[in-house]
């Protein structure tokens, strides 16, 4: 198995850099190919309606056309080696609805983690990242809005529990569970009881991993007192996982999307990069 194509975001943030490194490591070592997606939100960073027409639109206008012209450039200089394995699109209305009209003829998206501090001047609304886990269909790697990630899917993290979800995310992140050197299936539970109602579905997930040449780990441990997203990322930390795997949860009701508790937490606090299936 394997990701034949992938699609990266890629706006006016300073992150864009490194969202496109992984994307573009991830296209070499898969030989995919890779499709760059320049996405905006028409609107996000415009002045005020009473100000249309005056100078501070039009100055936001030539920074969005430089912010494309810069991110083309540096999406052409880093696919140089593979060019015809790249492909360059760009759109600037509704920045998650062309991210998940992009994924419908793609394997995986890669997009960053919303930074509440510059998101509006990246261009992109403050329920991005939320809007394209929830409406894409396909797996979705988030990258942190911090840090430096030269290796993803070495040590990998696989947050399990016995809902379709987790299982999806089992099987869109194969590709990478098949690298990983090490990885760590892990569930939570309040009560430790030995009458464990999920054990036979945790055999089962060790089973399918060793029949496809993965010698997982799986362990259930106690919830203690932390919230079930905040003892995910504890345990990422505890392990020195590099990725996550989890299954998102949330839902759309009358054009608002919402993501779950648990997914919600790790999007917004997580220092390694998440893949979520929905």
């Known amino acids: ?30 030989d995919a190919q890779l499709i760059g997606l320049f996405a905006l939100d028409l609107y996000i960073g415009m002045p005020p309606a009473a100000d249309a027409g005056s100078i501070l639109v039009e100055a936001e206008l030539r920074r969005r056309e430089a912010c494309l012209g810069e991110a083309l450039a540096e999406f052409t200089r880093k696919t140089a080696r593979r060019a015809d394995g790249a492909q360059w699109l760009s759109s600037e209305e509704d920045a998650a609805r062309e991210v998940a009209l992009a994924a419908r003829f793609a394997d995986l998206i890669v997009i960053g983690q919303t930074d509440p501090i510059t ?21 979705v ?23 379709r979800e987790a299982d999806r995310a ?3 992140s194969m590709p990478v569970l098949e690298r990983s050197k090490v990885v760590d299936v892990v569930s939570f539970a309040e009560d430790m009881h030995p009458d464990d109602p999920d ?4 055999t089962a997930v060790k089973t399918y991993l060793k029949d496809r040449g993965i010698n997982a780990t ?28 989890m299954g998102a949860h949330g839902h759309t009701r009358q054009n608002e999307k919402r993501l779950g508790g648990v997914t919600g937490t790790v999007m917004k606090a997580t220092t390694i990069p998440v893949f979520l299936s929905r």
């Open 218 to 245: 799986v362990r259930r441990y106690a919830a203690e007192h932390l919230s079930p997203g905040d003892l995910i990322l504890s345990q990422a930390f505890r392990d020195a996982a590099d990725c996550i795997v």
């Open 1 to 30: 198995m394997s990701y034949r194509t992938i699609v990266v975001h890629l706006d006016c943030g300073q992150r864009r850099s490194e969202r496109l490194d992984v994307a573009v490591r991830f296209a070499e070592e898969f």
């Open 141 to 163: 790697l988030l990258v942190p809005s911090t840090g430096h990630f030269e290796a993803v899917g070495r040590h990998t993290l696989v947050a399990w529990n016995a809902a």
């Open 199 to 202: 054990a036979k579905a945790r």
């Open 119 to 139: 998101v509006t001047e990246d261009g992109i609304s403050a329920s991005f990242a939320a809007d394209v886990v929830l409406t894409a269909g396909k797996p």
């Open 170 to 172: 089992l099987a869109d």
